[in-house]
């Protein structure tokens, strides 16, 4: 049987693509260092499917039509470089390698030239939706050559999410790493997200005493309308679970520490390397390691004191609050991932397509929420729009909730919750709003104790004064 695409790397991702790909009518050849993975899966799941198993870098070539499409499913880092040293002498011109991993963006750069310089070619693809997003459906973000992708579009395309209107999620981002760095700032979205949605679970747990189905309604609730996302949904089911073995809510017995694999903290370097705010994510980021010092704050809990974080005003208010300053927080951080988007663009030339963007992350992806088909418009409506606060629709949405927006980041602070995404959000609102931002003092500081020289308001040049 020859075969339309080879999978590298059988684990659960790579395996649930290539049944994914079986299923959508392609035929698969599919290897993996650790020969007992390989063979549980040909003989397991995709038993009397069209899968082949190759039990060589060379034998995997020979069962794959030219030019060779071969998928890498194997972890970010070292492991892509020894995978494809591995393939790499079995490869002829024209063939085309595509790693399907978290990958350092940069380190996608490098490779695609490495190869380039072969005549081989390189796809870093972004790819959303965990296991079952593999298998039913992901959103896919693939960057590189143009022609690699052309070739590679008929299999992304049926195998990718349909979002309502029946569109494929997916699309080709741009050259070198753009497929890659497109994920990352995906995932600092969702950093984002999961940070906002955790602070506002936090503040009607601890300020109203909401037990945790309860509040699982509420967000069942807030499903059914602007808020409407996966994250969302699945925030509903995981407050209205019971745990077996004590019957409290799981949520209340799961420890109070969040675990990162590094995405979330790559987008927040590379925002301050090519100066792009995004206060949200790095608010979220510094949250999950904050949680990690969980005896730390143990012992500070007994130490140190603060308001009781009881709320005695309007719970009803105080949840309408929760909802429209959720939905406020969740646009402007989008906004911030946007704005890096469109700077990142710039930087490395990506010249990538913002409403594209958004297009492909409605469905399959871990962000897909309701919110992205108005994204989308925003960007139909204005392609270079600069920040997606100063769109009309969304100008209106948030400010029309501002006065809530502001409440409960008040309530917040006064019951002693803390809110940092939430806050930071708003600051972000404050600060891009405002004519005129302190950095004039900041300036003046800098001239004073470096020499570090100022602009001034008045007249063009760089002043020194001698304080």
């Known amino acids: 049987m020859v075969c339309d695409i ?34 549980a899966f040909v003989l397991g799941p995709a038993a009397g499917k069209r899968v082949e198993l190759a039990e060589s870098p060379d034998g995997l070539m ?16 070292d492991a892509v470089d020894s995978a494809i040293a591995h393939l790499k002498p079995h490869l002829e011109k024209g063939d085309i390698l595509i790693d399907g991993g978290n990958s350092w963006f940069l380190d996608t750069e490098r490779r695609s030239r490495e190869l380039a310089a072969g005549g081989f ?25 143009r022609e690699a992708w052309d070739a590679l579009a008929p299999i992304l395309k049926a195998i990718s999410a349909k979002a309502d209107d029946g569109e494929p999620c997916v699309g080709y981002m741009g050259p070198g790493g753009s497929g890659h760095f497109v994920k990352m700032v995906h995932n600092g979205i969702e950093y984002g997200d999961m940070q ?28 059914t309308g602007e808020l409407r996302s996966y994250l969302i949904e699945i925030t509903a089911a995981v407050l209205a679970k019971s745990d077996p073995d004590t019957g409290r809510p799981l949520v209340d017995v799961i420890l109070d520490e969040a675990q990162q694999k590094g995405t979330g903290k790559w987008t927040s370097q590379n925002a301050f390397d090519i100066g792009a705010p995004i206060p949200t994510i790095n608010a979220a980021v510094e949250s999950r390691i904050l949680s990690s010092l969980k005896a730390e704050r143990v012992a500070a ?8 974080p009881r709320y005695e005003g309007n719970r009803e208010a105080l949840i309408a609050a929760a909802r429209a300053a959720l939905y406020a927080s969740k646009i402007t951080s989008y906004a911030q991932g946007f704005g890096l988007l469109r700077q990142a663009s710039a930087e ?10 958004a297009r492909v992350w409605r469905a399959g992806c871990i962000i897909r929420a309701t919110l992205l088909n108005d994204i989308m418009a925003a960007y139909q409506r204005d392609p270079a729009l600069v920040n997606l606060l100063l769109d009309g629709a969304f100008r209106e949405a948030v400010e029309t909730r ?37 950095a004039n003092l900041t300036q003046g500081q800098r001239d004073y104790f470096g020499a570090h020289t100022y602009r001034r308001i008045d007249k063009a040049g760089a002043f020194h004064t001698d304080w």
């Not at 069962?63 to 970010?76: C, D, E, I, N, Y």
């Not at 490395?348 to 963007?357: A, E, F, K, R």
């Open 121 to 145: 070619h390189y796809v870093g693809t972004g790819v959303s939706g965990g296991e079952q997003g593999a298998l039913w459906g992901p959103a896919i973000m693939p960057g590189g050559q």
């Open 301 to 308: 809990s007994r130490i140190l004191r603060g308001p009781t």
């Open 62 to 77: 020979a069962m794959l039509q030219k030019p060779r499409r071969v998928l890498m499913m194997v972890p970010a880092g």
């Open 6 to 39: 080879g999978v590298v790397g059988l684990g659960v991702m790579g395996s649930n693509l290539a049944l994914n790909m079986e299923r959508n009518g392609f035929r698969i050849a599919g290897y993996d260092l650790a020969a007992a993975k390989a063979t």
């Open 402 to 438: 501002q006065a809530s927006w502001r409440f409960l980041v008040q309530s917040a602070v006064e019951l002693g919750i803390p809110a940092p995404a939430i806050s930071a959000s708003l600051s972000y609102f404050d600060a891009y709003r405002s004519e005129r931002l302190p």
């Open 348 to 357: 490395y030339t990506y010249d990538l397509q913002m409403g594209g963007i």
């Open 196 to 223: 906002l949605i955790a602070e506002t679970y936090d503040i009607l747990s601890r300020g109203l005493q909401l037990s945790a189905p309860d509040i699982g309604g509420i967000f069942a609730h807030w499903n």
